[in-house]
């Protein structure tokens, strides 16, 4: 983080112009998503990322970044409404604030507070290493003036596509303090700020919606899409929610995880990647989970390149298929199914060719044309 640091210290008064677009309008398929990269670990991997979601990324970063794909979508950001109680975290997001030589610090007054103290969100962990995360005044002026300054930097950067924004919700944190009706009402008007800078440079604002979209709905209008956290998880949206929340016109990351077991569930990361293949707009990642996101994970299936789409997907034999020029996609999240081709295919997770396959329940595969 201190090295970070010092980089976006040199970085943030200038930078290299950049003709990359936001997003690319010839996605490959998949698409692969890495949400909170942990960055050296995706670089050291010089895997063909699709879109990277983090704090930061330099314009050296970034470079490197548009060599292991030309396309990738880079996106940056942080908070609208908390603060975690790091100390490096603290000064990376003081240091983006302050990037137009007025210094700007968190200061008391803008957290949140009962009798008790300060709001908590009940991140802190010993097992896990974690500092505790705290609710802002999002009514508060030097608190919101701070962090639109920092996403003010972080827009201003040619290398950035956009900005993500973690944790929004729909109820008040502290409702003893602040009702939700006053807790919505602030965040939107740092969103409205956010989206004019974001329109201004034609860039995204995606959101983290945690398990579903209802727990954002206020923030609809203010946002291109949003990532779906612990998706098919022990708290997260389930398949049905997820194929629903493609048919709206935002972009979509299903961000599939471990549950923090650090155990590859390689099913559900099979359902999770042939659901977002469903859909032109749907993104996929499959990580450790919201304790430690972001890892170079790779997987056999994330190298296929299936051409363009041929058509929607459809209904058949109770699972959900999709013809691509290079082969074709089966999501089964009911049942179990056998499929028949009229030629021979091959399974791209297991390598074998034939005709004849068996999908189990809750499983997806991906079949590679001759």
């Known amino acids: 983080m201190k090295k970070l640091l010092i980089v976006v210290l040199l970085l943030i008064t200038g930078c290299v112009e950049s003709d990359q677009p936001f997003l690319s309008s010839t996605p490959d398929y998949p698409k692969i998503a890495s949400w909170l990269s942990q960055k050296d670990q995706l670089l050291a991997s010089r895997n063909p990322y699709d879109l990277i979601m983090t704090g930061w990324v330099t314009p050296e970063e970034a470079e490197q970044f548009r060599e292991m794909n030309p396309r990738v979508t880079i996106l940056a950001g942080l908070t609208v409404n908390w603060v975690y109680d ?5 000064t990376f997001l003081e240091t983006l604030a302050s990037a137009d030589g007025t210094q700007r610090t968190i200061e008391e007054d803008m957290f949140l507070r009962t009798s008790d103290g300060r709001c908590a969100f009940g991140w802190a962990s010993d097992q896990w290493g974690h500092q505790e995360i705290y609710a802002m005044d999002p009514l508060n002026k030097a608190w919101v003036e701070l962090v639109l300054a920092a996403y003010e930097t972080i827009l201003e950067q040619p290398q950035h596509d956009g900005v993500i924004v973690d944790m929004l919700i729909d109820v008040s944190w502290c409702p003893d303090i602040i009702s939700d009706e006053a807790w919505v009402a602030g965040i939107q008007a740092i969103l409205t700020e956010i989206k004019s800078m974001a329109d201004t440079r034609d860039k995204l604002i995606i959101f983290n919606a945690g398990s579903n979209f209802t727990d954002i709905d206020p923030y609809a209008q203010y946002m291109d899409g949003y990532l779906m956290e612990n998706f098919l998880g022990e708290w997260g949206a389930n398949y049905e929610t997820g194929l629903r929340a493609a048919q709206e016109e935002y972009l979509i ?24 293949l469903l859909n032109d707009t749907t993104y996929f990642s499959y990580d450790f989970g919201p304790r430690n996101h972001g890892q170079a994970w790779w997987f056999p299936e994330y190298n296929v390149r299936l051409g363009n789409p041929l058509g929607p997907y459809y209904e058949k034999d109770n699972a959900y298929w999709r013809e691509f020029e290079k082969g074709t996609v089966i999501s089964s999240p009911f049942t179990s199914i056998k499929v028949t081709f009229d030629t021979e295919y091959t399974d791209v997770t297991t390598g074998i060719t034939s005709t004849q396959f068996t999908i189990e329940k809750g499983d997806g595969r991906i079949f590679i044309a001759p």
Request: hydrophobic share 30%.
């Open 253 to 276: 990351i299903y961000a599939v995880d471990t549950d923090d077991t650090g155990d590859y569930d390689l099913q559900r990361m099979r359902l999770g990647l042939t659901l977002s």
């Open 86 to 90: 790091n100390p490096d975290w603290r």
